[in-house]
């Protein structure tokens, strides 16, 4: 299996690729559709450290800037989520529409994102899980790399087996890390959380402490609410992979991420936006979930633009993700063309099974 480094790698090359046949242009009329929903989590200045396997999570303000730029070069409008239902129904609108999403509810999104968005007069929606808002929620996937980077070896059973690889390097660390994520996540939530509690106290913090560092408070989001440029969306409760899990539990985080953010907010919340968001977290049960309880969207990690038949799946919109791993002009011009989603859902305009 290929390390992640060396997937990023592949995916750079495939990006300039495209940038140098012209491809980016010349069959973006087919491949761009009607828009693009695009995910961010991070925007930071500071420079990923030698062990930064979230690093993709991550981009610098200066890049939120030029992916803006770029938007507008490209001829895309920037729009508010609440338009997107409206403009999928008219197929024959005019230019191609962009939407700005922001994961998780991070406090960098306001102290650098929002400077450059509103430098750009941009409209962006920030989902906001209601227990990172409470500062208790767990941030497993950063507790995990927060650990091993303090540990020497990573000592973990997962299921019938045990992990016991070195953790010295940096080059080390990032093998221990993609090997314990890939079976943690292959695996029950419940287990993933609790394997990952034990590795935070072995490196000497106790899990659940990140979100109070890195996540908006309610207070901080109150006031966020109050700019008109941006959409309060739900993110559940707890951030679970919802598909993992029986079906009355994943109704009550839906609901209760959304009744929760009404209450602190004082604002109706139309837009969910499904934790992790592949199709081994959220599928059709979900997508149903989100429908019966009266979203006006619902937003997956699935990759690809947005197409006039996506106007009867509102509750499965596919999104584009800004790598931090690919912060170059070669990539975005790549994403925002759609050609690499040409090969990713093998032709399918609609991935939404």
């Known amino acids: 299996m290929l390390s992640s480094d060396t997937k990023h790698r592949v995916f750079e090359t495939g990006f300039r690729a495209i940038q140098a046949i012209g491809a980016d242009r010349w069959l973006t009329p ?3 559709g009607l828009g693009v929903i695009l995910t961010f989590h991070h925007v930071s200045p500071e420079p990923p450290a030698a062990f930064a396997p979230n690093r993709l999570l991550s981009i610098t303000p200066d890049f939120l800037d030029l992916t803006l730029r770029e938007l507008d070069a490209r001829g895309f409008e920037v729009i508010g989520l609440d338009a997107v239902p409206e403009r999928l129904a008219q197929p024959d609108y005019g230019p191609p529409f962009a939407v700005l999403t922001f994961d998780d509810g991070y ?17 962006w929606t920030l989902f906001v899980t209601s227990a990172f808002a409470d500062q208790t929620g767990r941030l497993w996937w950063i507790e995990l790399e927060r650990a091993i980077a303090r540990l ?28 314990v994520y890939r079976d943690l996540r292959g695996g029950g939530e419940s287990d993933l959380l ?29 006031a966020l609410a ?3 440029a941006v959409t309060i ?6 951030h679970p992979m919802l598909a993992k899990h029986p079906e009355a539990f994943a109704a009550h985080e839906i609901t209760e991420g959304r009744a929760r953010i009404e209450a602190a907010l004082g604002r109706p919340v139309r837009h969910l936006s499904y934790p992790v968001g592949d199709p081994g977290s959220a599928g059709a049960r979900e997508f149903g979930l989100a429908r019966s309880l009266g979203f006006a969207t619902g937003v997956t990690t699935r990759p690809g ?12 919109l596919p999104r584009v993700s800004i790598n931090g791993c ?4 070669a990539a975005l011009g790549g994403l925002l063309s759609g050609v690499p989603f040409l090969a990713w859902n093998r032709g399918r305009r609609l991935n939404v099974a």
Request: charged share 25%; with cysteine; proline share 7%.
């Open 152 to 179: 020497d070896r990573v000592r973990i059973a997962i299921g019938s087996r045990s992990v016991d690889l070195p953790a010295r390097s940096p080059g080390e660390k990032a093998l221990a890390f993609d090997a």
């Open 233 to 238: 969306g739900a993110h559940t409760v707890t």
């Open 194 to 222: 609790a394997r990952i509690a034990e590795l935070c106290r072995e490196a000497g913090f106790p899990p659940g402490q990140i979100a109070s560092e890195l996540c908006l408070s309610w207070a901080e989001l109150r």
């Open 326 to 329: 690919h912060q170059s002009r």
């Open 30 to 32: 087919a491949s761009r």
């Open 107 to 123: 406090r960098d999104n306001v102290v650098h994102a929002r400077p450059v968005l509103a430098r750009h007069g941009a409209p």
């Open 226 to 228: 109050q700019d008109p």
């Open 305 to 316: 633009h947005l197409f006039a038949g996506h106007a009867g799946h509102l509750q499965a």
